[in-house]
């Protein structure tokens, strides 16, 4: 299981705690704005997929961060979709860079 976005183990190269409490924050906006459910099973199939202990969400980067020409869109809430975990699987960790499912990204809520 990808535990990409948990915070459970530390990875031995981590940028810095600020960046790592940053995400966990900016993780937090996304869920609230995606509703609390997987996106790609709300449009697609019209189903409601929420996050268990046993299955949680993924804050998937569209565009990977991974690549450097996306490396700015690491915050970017529009580059970021929670999806459960079947779904993530779709877009092969980071190797397809596009929604296979017609969608517009909102912006995030205003506080
Ligand atoms: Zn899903």
Redesign the pocket.
């Given at each position: 299981m990808n535990h990409r976005c948990k915070s459970s183990s530390p990875r031995p190269k981590t940028k810095s705690v600020n960046s790592h409490r940053r995400f966990q924050k900016l993780r937090l906006d996304i869920i609230v704005r995606d509703y609390g459910e997987?996106v790609?099973?709300r449009v697609l199939f019209n189903k409601s997929?929420r996050e268990t202990p046993d299955q949680p969400l993924q804050c998937h980067h569209i565009k990977p961060q991974s690549l450097p020409q996306y490396e700015h869109l690491k915050w970017e809430p529009t580059n970021l979709i929670m999806?459960?975990q079947?779904?993530h699987d779709v877009y092969d960790n980071g190797k397809v860079h596009e929604l296979d499912f017609e969608y517009e990204i909102p912006p995030l809520f205003e506080y």
């Open positions: 997987c790609r099973c997929t999806l459960c079947e779904c």
